[in-house]
């Protein structure tokens, strides 16, 4: 029968594709479905592109570390240009609170193996020349983390997974799941499948699908914008992250590309929970005031279009990542917390290696931060 397969992976985005990559090229008989029209039409193709390994959990750090690996080798073990830099990450801080937090972030980042260091004020105006230096106490910076283009890569990781033989399933949308005999049979709104393990990185979506299993999950969508400008000749090097809480936000970040645009993002406080797409007239007035502030030689580009996207978040900013007791061929993968991309090529490996019982002692612990069954009571820094 042509609809049985070794793995389903439902959601087409940042997570499922490369695990569709990774899974197709050992050798299983794989199917991703998606309701959109074609790969990483959702909350992938509105990331802004930022991947970092400084954050303050090892799974994290790990899973990050090697998706950096993969987007940074990409073009040379593959042939496509997906637009990687490894522009780096850095967090200015202007006052006590703020520096003393970085500082005592940068000890458990260093304890990890990060090679990340603290700058000085004049450092720091090297790398962004022309920042805000009044009361500027210098940063953390983190030369190894990157960015890349999120379409580019999603394309290329789509292609070179149906060139392994994946199979892809668009405009098809899940409606029903049953589970019987250590099968799954998945029933869209055009056909039925029938798959041994069954993977949920549905995104936004997640929470239902894991419903129709009979499964609650802690997974709430809240809504972020970015905004994008005209290109121009580059001017400063890493993605500038300010966590100082203001009104109407609790930081907000920004970078140029690889085409010379200035990406920008803003973390809104409180949450705008929900999966509503539309583009407000809030966004612009309120983080463009602030960024102007820290780095006034922004106030010259030109604004070519905003959008907004969802952050799948769970109680403690980490994932849900891992099999379902009684029933450990239902795989999570879900919850990102609007870092899918960034954890993307490093977790499609190792969701291959759950499907394949083959998980090493870094991946053991890895999980253990993104277990489906503990408490959500922490909290991780600078999610």
Not at 20 to 35: E, G, H, R
Not at 74 to 97: K, L, R, T, V
Request: charged fraction near 20%; charge should be neutral; aromatic fraction near 10%.
């Amino acid at each position: 029968m042509n609809n049985i397969y070794d793995v389903i992976i439902i959601g087409a985005g940042s997570i499922g594709v490369p695990a569709a990559m990774n899974i197709a090229k050992n050798n299983k008989k794989v199917l991703c479905i998606d309701s959109m029209p074609s790969p990483g039409q959702k909350n992938n193709k509105k990331a802004i592109g930022g991947v970092r390994a400084t954050h303050s959990d090892f799974g994290k750090i790990k899973l990050c570390q090697r998706s950096i690996e993969i987007f940074s080798t990409w073009q040379e073990n593959y042939g496509d240009d997906i637009g990687w830099m490894s522009n780096g990450y850095s967090f200015p801080a202007y006052d006590d609170n703020t520096e003393n937090s970085l500082k005592t972030l940068l000890q458990i980042q260093l304890d990890f193996g990060l090679k990340i260091k603290w700058i000085s004020p004049e450092e720091y105006n090297e790398l962004v020349p022309g920042i805000n230096m009044n009361n500027l106490r210098g940063a953390t910076y983190s030369p190894e983390d990157g960015s890349c283009s999120p379409l580019l890569s999603n394309n290329a990781m789509y292609f070179k997974s149906v060139e392994y033989g994946a199979t892809y399933k668009f405009n098809e949308t899940v409606n029903n799941i049953i589970y019987n005999n250590s099968e799954f049979e998945i029933k869209t709104d055009k056909n039925k499948y029938q798959t041994k393990y069954l993977i949920n990185a549905a995104g936004n979506n997640a929470k239902h699908i894991s419903n129709l299993l009979g499964y609650d999950v802690p997974i709430e969508p809240d809504c972020h914008e970015a905004a994008i400008t005209d290109p121009v000749k580059r001017f400063f090097g890493p993605m500038v992250v300010d966590i100082r809480p203001a009104k109407g936000s609790a930081n907000y970040y920004f970078y140029q590309n690889h085409e010379g645009q200035v990406v920008f993002c803003i973390t809104p406080n409180p949450p705008i929970l929900g999966t509503d797409s539309d583009s407000t007239s809030e966004f612009l007035p309120l983080c463009i005031s602030r960024m102007l502030d820290l780095y006034p030689r922004l106030k010259n580009l030109k604004i070519r279009r905003q959008w907004r996207g969802q952050y799948p978040m769970t109680p403690d900013g980490f994932p849900i990542i891992g099999k379902m007791n009684n029933n450990p061929n239902f795989i999570q993968a879900i919850g990102m917390c609007g870092q899918g991309f960034m954890l993307g090529p490093g977790l499609g490996e190792l969701l291959n290696r759950i499907v394949e019982n083959n998980l090493n002692d870094n991946d053991i612990k890895i999980l253990k931060s993104f277990d489906p069954y503990r408490s959500f009571t922490g909290m991780e820094a600078f999610k």
